[in-house]
């Protein structure tokens, strides 16, 4: 159910609908308030004891206001939308379309939007209510004076919202933003590291899982019922099925990957305690999606910032220094997951017996993630081909851990073999050579507790050794 609400909750505060329609109720309720405000003050002493501010002018003074106003309005709701629109149309084609979901879901452009129509509908309500007739005269004054005052706040917010959108797409603004929701994400699955783990608990998180041999023979597979991302797993529900019938389930799939009807969801076994019941217990456990989300997909903000980079580095656009924007972004993210501790994909029941088994993300393949497709777009650019070496020799100055270490060095390796070949100045070659033995002997120095080293770098796209290094 948490899932479920998470997942719906995403979508809604994604949406570029929910929090207008919460203003435009708002001013619904205002326009009633203020209306019975206004009923409830004699039409003789009103405009005395409110004092000076208040709108004073008869009947028709108060439609021509609210109708400008109203007017007024609708124009700014059009040049909002059309600005919105422009700034979605270059962020798809300029960052990629999976980011239009930052747009959507950036407050600003919402609470803008939200102002200017509520607004709107605040002044049309009470142009309703006003009455110049000789037997029931009523100018709602209280009302009026309020939709001015509504009207200097719009122009506040429109002044606020041209910047925000000229804020908005820069291209340095939309990287910090899709790395502040990867470090979230960071903070939310991966627990920190604090002081030394158990031995028993050390020992649990590091196995690898041990598959009964019956169940890959022997187990049910559950199939998929639909095409569709993978967007949460409820293992809870899993666990807790499985330790009722005295299961073993493995889960074939993980947030982020794509499930093919028909296809393989999970595995349990003893076969023949999975009755139909299980099984759809099992399958309603896995939320689907037409596309990947956030909630329990790391790498989907780091596919952003890869595709950021990639387009960055395309021959249409040609900009190395975002791409190096990105490099960056994604070395402090590494840096940070250094020091965080990967989840087993074992879960476990109270009596400590297997229940589970998860497919879940390694360091090996979060690294992959993070400099594949980089590398390869930037076989030919040096200065983007140089801050890889360099952010690798900062991330492996951050952790000790084997795994990462060498996958670390996997890539530094096919970087330098890419600069060998793509690299046509000798000089640049030799610049990428002196940057590959800097992180050689980063990544084969013996281990040191995590984060006893730091690196930085130069802001033209040098880099400085770490001082223990420079020592050598």
């Not at 929090?19 to 003050?41: C, F, H, I, N, R």
């Not at 020992?203 to 559950?222: F, H, M, W, Y």
């Not at 896995?286 to 990947?292: E, I, N, V, W």
Request: net charge negative.
């Amino acid at each position: 159910m948490r899932l479920w609400l998470d997942g719906t909750w995403e979508a809604v505060r994604t949406s570029f609908w929910f929090v207008p329609t919460l203003m435009v109720a708002a001013a619904v309720a205002l326009s009633l308030g203020a209306l019975q405000l206004d009923k409830a003050m004699s039409p003789e002493n009103e405009i005395t004891a409110l004092g000076w501010w208040t709108f004073t002018r008869g009947p028709e003074g108060s439609r021509v206001l609210l109708s400008t106003v109203a007017g007024s309005m609708m124009t700014i709701v059009s040049v909002t939308f059309s600005i919105t629109i422009v700034a979605l149309q270059l962020a798809s084609s300029q960052f990629g379309p999976r980011l239009l979901r930052n747009f959507m879901a950036d407050r600003g452009n919402q609470m803008a939007m939200g102002v200017f129509i509520a607004t709107f509908t605040y002044c049309l309500l009470i142009l309703r209510s006003v009455n110049g007739t000789e037997s029931e005269r009523f100018v709602p004054h209280i009302s009026v004076s309020v939709a001015l005052l509504l009207t200097l706040l719009s122009l506040g917010v429109l002044i606020y919202f041209i910047h925000h959108a000229a804020e908005s797409i820069q291209a340095e603004n939309v990287i910090a933003a899709v790395s502040l929701d990867l470090h979230h994400q960071i903070e939310r699955l991966y627990p920190n590291r604090i002081g030394h783990e158990p031995p028993e608990a050390a020992a649990r998180g590091n196995d690898s899982p041990i598959v009964p041999t019956r169940l890959e023979k022997d187990g049910r597979s559950i199939a998929s019922k639909r095409s569709d991302y993978v967007q949460a797993i409820d293992i809870d529900r899993i666990l807790q099925l499985a330790a009722k019938r005295d299961l073993v389930v493995s889960v074939r799939l993980r947030p982020g990957k794509f499930s093919i009807e028909g296809g393989e969801l999970a595995r349990a076994w003893p076969a023949e305690r999975v009755d139909n019941e299980s099984a759809e217990t099992i399958r309603t456990a896995f939320y689907f999606g037409t596309r990947r989300s956030l909630p329990q997909d790391v790498e989907f903000a780091i596919d952003q910032l890869v595709e950021v980079a990639v387009r960055a580095l395309s021959p249409g656009i040609n900009d190395p220094f975002t791409a190096i924007t990105c490099i960056d972004r994604l070395g402090a993210a590494l840096c940070e997951l250094a020091n965080r501790s990967i989840p087993s994909p074992c879960r476990y029941d109270e009596e400590s017996k297997l229940r589970v088994i998860t497919d879940v993300s390694t360091i090996s393949g979060i690294v992959d993630a993070s400099f594949h497709q980089i590398r390869q777009a930037a076989r030919g650019t040096t200065s983007v081909t140089l801050r890889l070496l360099e952010t690798m020799t900062a991330v492996a100055a951050h952790t000790s851990d084997p795994e990462f270490l060498a996958a670390l060095r996997r890539h530094a390796e096919a970087v330098h073999r890419g600069s060998e070949g793509g690299l046509l100045d000798e000089l640049d070659r030799a610049a990428a050579d002196r940057r590959y033995r800097a992180a050689l002997q980063a990544l084969e120095r013996s281990p040191e507790p995590l984060g006893g080293r730091e690196g930085h770098f130069n802001d033209d796209g040098g880099s400085e050794a770490l001082d223990s290094q420079r020592s050598r």
